[in-house]
């Protein structure tokens, strides 16, 4: 008959594959939302067309870069977007 002790050597042995492949499941999760969200800031960063469209499909989006912005102290950026999708739809 085995130890209670044995037995649970043996289930953490088996569940430490399962636990490498959860760990490297949620780290490539976090470096591709990383990389997307630092890809997409500096596409907005880059295009006032691009900031048009996250306007108009994703607007929330479009308010956490202009708060960010705006916290890295770059004022007039969201003024300059607004006066211009305004003066381009008279």
Known sequence: MRSP???RVRMA???DPLAK?????VLVAELVGIFGAYFLFKKMN????FR??????F???LEVYY???????M???REQDQEKWLNSKN
């Open 13 to 15: 042995r088996t569940m």
């Open 21 to 25: 492949k959860i760990f490297k499941g």
């Open 52 to 57: 048009q469209t996250m306007s108009k499909k």
């Open 5 to 7: 002790a044995s037995t």
């Open 46 to 49: 880059t295009s006032q067309d």
């Open 67 to 73: 708060k960010s912005i705006e916290h890295s102290g």
């Open 59 to 61: 607007p929330f989006i």
């Open 75 to 77: 004022y007039g950026i």
